[in-house]
């Protein structure tokens, strides 16, 4: 895992560095907020510690514009100041915990392991695939007890398949996990790297080739062979089914209709790289081939042609103005095009790709309204066929002038907008600008093949609720879709609260209370288990020292039911050695606020905790 340090005092990061290099991080240190700011926005990150100091912008403030700019990257803050007020402010800006220099290095760690374990939802510290053992917390790899010994980059790429072994990885996004951006390598680094894992791997003894290519996505872990079996009893199931029967047949037929239409759209591209070469370059032609450049990013994106995707948007951003006009451009595009034209014969056929697994939800018996606002007629119909088995009713409108009738007669519970449309005095930000005043209710999912931070900054301030970037699968984007309807749909929060203590569990109702949050107080533990089931709660505050059973044995018993793996769990104790503080994060704990309780920072980490938990859909 990638983690960004950001701070201006050798004394203090070294150690910190050191200690997390040796546990295989990968480590990037910034010695100023403003580099700190340029990483976190060109890289990808796990987690943030930021210092806080006066001057320039300090990380309070570094920490504001990353939540600003809709980053969900976990943020742990470093100050040296020891006022609560302090503490809120940094809280409250959007940091996820708050440590106090000078600090116990073990204790940081533990408090960093537990931002890493909740970002991750990982509820064991061991990472397993049959007899293979990854331990996080010491770095020790093993197969049938034997360890191996594996280089930083190659321990990183496996800790990376263990913890999302359903996910695809593209050999883009590995290099963004596993290597720093002070290193340059090619992607032909990532394919290196695999290959002594596997060679390693298979010298361990393991027999099946752990790390499996999908053909033009990516790489990913295979499953186990008793796993593997029961995917593919239940994908047989699937199969035989009649409803899976239909929806292949239907997205089939949409591929060919598509298909079929590919040289037409061909030609128009063709027809741009032969004037731009004799210098006769038609404007109209070329707002053609941008519309058409423009609908492919999607459309291929959607079948699960990735190569052709990405190529259609070199095309397009090569056609953008200023009108390009060199022959060296009607070369490269008649290259694109060659290349376009490659990666489309070289897709595997509808039965022969795996595409990303999204596990839909059952299907409501109120069907939600989703509104596809996109002039890829393609994509909205593929989106339409896929959205029946999500439980999903879908309405498409192919510019915006048909998107707000169709809010204005049936408001939809979410919508997805394209920001660019093939009448270019149409701007998905306008309608964006509108629905937030209009219709602030629904939330709006931005899709689009622009990638320009502004676009997204820009995007946060007027409201939408998501941003996702061309190519997506159907069920990529049915996934964001529901996500976003069921936060929607979330009302009060529940937070149960046990401790032995009545004073203080009145004190706690009578802070929560007013904040919207149903609270429900526990004073016998030996009930724990009932309430816990009954309140279902959305965040669980536990005393350290209680009779008949400890909040740590609580937070085990909580971490070992998969039903509560993701609960954040919060302890509020008068305990401060170092010792109680390492066992309450160690037995799966997300925060540790020390008593007598300060109530705004007491307020301030419990709303935090729940926009988290909200945010990530936990």
């Known amino acids: ?30 010695t100023n907020p403003e580099n700190g700011l340029e990483l976190a ?24 514009k990353l939540r600003h700019q809709g980053s969900q990257m976990p943020i742990l803050l470093l100050g040296a100041k020891g006022s609560s007020a302090d503490r809120i402010r940094g809280l409250e800006a959007g940091a996820d915990d708050y440590v106090m220099k000078p600090y116990d290095l073990s204790e940081l760690m533990a408090r960093i392991r537990a931002l890493l374990r909740r970002r991750n939802s990982t509820v064991s510290k061991v990472l397993t695939w049959e007899q293979l053992r990854l331990e996080p917390d010491t770095g020790k790899v093993t197969y049938k007890g034997e360890s191996l010994h594996l280089t930083p980059k190659e321990y990183g790429l496996l800790e990376l398949f263990l913890r999302h072994p359903r996910r695809i990885f593209s050999r883009s996004v590995i290099l963004d996990h596993i290597w720093s951006s002070d290193e340059f390598p090619g992607e032909e680094a990532v394919t290196t790297q695999i290959k002594g894992l596997r060679q390693k791997l298979k010298a361990a003894g393991i027999k099946i080739n752990l790390i499996e290519t999908v053909y033009g996505l990516g790489y990913r872990l295979k499953d186990a062979p008793i796993q593997e079996q029961e995917n593919k009893q239940v994908r047989e199931k699937v199969a035989d089914s009649t409803s899976e029967a239909k929806l292949m047949a239907a997205v089939a037929k949409i591929w060919q209709t598509f298909k079929e239409s590919l040289p ?55 056609l953008q103005t200023p009108t390009p006009a060199t022959p060296q451009d009607a070369h490269k595009l008649k290259d694109l095009i060659d290349s376009l034209q490659q990666a489309i014969a070289n897709k595997p056929t509808l039965d022969q790709v795996t595409p990303p697994t999204c596990d839909p939800p059952p299907a409501s018996t109120s069907p939600a309204q989703l509104l596809v606002i996109d002039d890829d007629q393609i994509l909205s ?110 009302g009060e929060s529940n937070v149960l609260v046990v401790d032995d203590d009545p004073q203080i569990l009145a004190l706690l109702r009578h802070l929560l209370q007013p904040w919207g949050l149903n609270v429900t107080t526990l004073a016998h533990p030996q009930r724990f288990w009932d309430v816990l089931e009954a309140v279902s709660p959305d965040l669980l505050i536990l005393d350290v020292e209680m009779p008949e059973y400890s909040g740590i ?66």
Not at 18 to 23: D, K, P, R, V, Y
Request: proline fraction near 4%; charged fraction near 20%.
């Open 264 to 318: 037409e759209k061909i030609d128009v591209f063709r027809q741009v790289s032969v004037t731009l070469a004799t210098g006769t370059l038609n404007q109209q032609l070329c707002e053609n081939a941008k519309i058409e450049a423009h609908r492919l990013v999607g459309s291929l994106g959607s079948f699960g042609c990735a190569e052709g995707s990405k190529i259609a948007r070199e095309i397009e951003q090569l």
């Open 41 to 64: 926005q060109t890289s990808h990150y796990d987690l943030a510690v930021l210092d806080v100091t006066p001057q320039n912008l300090d990380g309070i403030h570094l920490c504001q």
């Open 1 to 30: 895992m990638k983690i960004l340090i950001v701070d201006d005092d050798p004394a203090t990061a070294s150690p910190l560095i050191e200690a997390l290099t040796s546990h295989h991080y990968t480590v990037e240190a910034a």
């Open 553 to 618: 044995e609580l937070c085990q018993v909580v971490r070992h039911d998969l039903r509560w793996s993701n609960l954040p769990v919060l302890f509020l104790s008068a305990h401060t050695e170092v010792q109680t503080v390492q066992q309450v994060f160690t037995v799966g704990a997300d925060d540790y606020i020390k008593k007598p309780i300060v109530e705004a920072e007491l307020i301030t980490r419990v709303l935090n905790r729940l926009e988290r938990r909200s945010s990530n859909n936990s």
């Open 381 to 490: 119909q593929h989106i339409e066929i896929e959205a029946k088995a999500w439980g999903l009713q879908v309405d498409s409108a192919p510019h915006l002038q048909a998107a707000k009738r169709a809010i204005a007669l049936h408001p939809p519970n979410v919508i997805l907008l394209d920001l660019t449309f093939a009448d270019t005095q149409e701007n998905g930000f306008e309608l964006l600008a509108e629905l937030a005043v209009q219709h602030s209710n629904i939330p709006v999912l931005i899709f689009s093949s622009q990638n320009h931070l502004s676009s997204r900054v820009k995007a946060a301030r007027l409201g939408a609720a998501t941003f996702l970037q061309k190519p997506m699968t159907p069920p990529e984007i049915l996934q964001a879709v529901t996500q976003a309807i069921n936060q929607q749909k979330s």
